[in-house]
């Protein structure tokens, strides 16, 4: 029975150890005026009901004071629901505000109309907030445009996100699965749009999640793919086979035997072509002038390994 009036009252699940906690304290408040609403509406009906008019009835309505003890006690009565109310609404506020030591940080930018977290390692999502179970993490949030507000109902947590400072909210999620996240500050056009998740994970998941690569970031294949093209190597290099005069293409060359100008033989390796792209004049390879453009200082290692990588895939 209990059970079934909590489902009824927060049909919600309770995702967060702050969860219980605010539950509990509405349940209170909840019950506590239940308990004071009852009493006051059955007297007032049953008195209105005893001392209503009846027909032929002449009699004077006398002149009461009131009954000052009653009306102390029920003054004290409510006044002390009041302050327990108080006091213990305070407590969860300072909880609430004051992270424990070791939190979990995680940058939150809330902007029209999007939320964008970001994680310590660099990492970057969008609309999706992943989290460790069980771990408290604090959020440090802020806003570009205009005011937006941070609300995990299953958490029971909200903060505003404020332009020009930052905001803090800390919990510790304990429930794996997904959260909604909602933008609780009217906040333009799309505001109603401005949702993402809350995606909890075990902890060595998510550390995994953390270190492995971003579902919306490129690969290795795929950045050095998008610096073949962007830096123009295709203007000279076919990745299909199709040789020019430009130079040779680059379809089949990872370990291929490659005769150089000098008369030398030498194997296509990760050295190879490394040397090639940063200092193309070091070995020029037969029938081409040496006109490639050296990129050294121009490709970042990352660039050239995944430019490397590229390469490798473009088998014969
Ligand atoms: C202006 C034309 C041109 C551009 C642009 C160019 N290359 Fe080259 N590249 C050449 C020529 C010509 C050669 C052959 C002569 C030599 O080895 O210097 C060559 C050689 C190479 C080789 C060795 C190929 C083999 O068959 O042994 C690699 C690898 C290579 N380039 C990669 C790149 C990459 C990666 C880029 C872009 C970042 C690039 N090149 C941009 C003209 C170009
Ligand atoms: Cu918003």
Redesign the pocket.
């Known amino acids: 029975m209990l059970e079934f009036l909590q489902r009824l009252k927060f049909p919600l699940p309770q995702a967060s150890t702050f969860a219980p906690k605010v539950d509990l304290l509405y349940d209170f408040i909840f019950y506590s005026s239940v308990f004071l609403f009852i009493p006051t509406i059955v007297a007032m009906i049953y008195f209105g009901w005893k001392y209503r008019t009846k027909p032929n009835d002449n009699r004077e309505v006398p002149y009461i004071d009131g009954h000052h003890t009653f009306e102390w006690f029920i003054s004290a009565f409510v006044g002390v629901i009041f302050f327990i109310i108080f006091v213990w609404g305070l407590i969860g506020f300072n909880e609430l505000h004051n992270p424990p030591a070791g939190t979990y940080e995680i940058g939150v930018v809330g902007k029209q109309w999007m939320w964008e977290f970001n994680y310590s390692n660099g990492k970057t999502t969008r609309n999706e907030l992943y989290l460790p179970k069980g771990i408290p993490v604090k959020l440090v949030m802020s806003s570009p445009d205009v005011l937006h507000s941070f609300y995990v109902v299953n958490f029971r947590v909200k903060q505003d996100v404020v332009p020009g400072m930052y905001t803090t909210l800390w919990f510790q999620a304990d429930q794996l699965g997904e959260h909604d996240i909602f933008c609780a500050e009217y906040c333009g056009t799309a505001h109603s749009n401005m949702l993402a998740k809350a995606i909890v994970l075990e902890p060595e998941q998510f550390k995994a999640w953390l270190q492995g690569s971003d579902p919306n970031q490129l690969t290795q294949l795929e950045i050095g793919k998008k ?2 093209n962007t ?3 295709v ?3 076919s990745v299909t086979g199709v040789q020019t005069q ?3 293409t ?1 379809k089949g ?1 990872f370990n291929r035997k ?1 005769n150089l100008s000098d008369g030398t033989q030498v194997v ?1 390796n990760e050295d ?2 490394r040397t ?2 940063i200092n ?2 070091t ?3 037969k029938g ?6 050296a ?1 050294q200082g121009l ?1 970042s290692e990352n660039d050239i390994s995944a ?1 490397i990588a590229y ?1 490798k895939s473009l088998k014969e």
């Not at 081409?288 to 453009?293: A, E, N, Q």
Request: with cysteine; aromatic share 12%.
């Open positions: 610096i073949f830096r123009n190597c203007a000279c290099h430009a130079g040779p680059v060359l490659v296509a190879y072509i090639s792209i193309p004049a070995h020029v390879v081409f002038r040496p006109i490639m453009p990129f490709l430019v390469i």
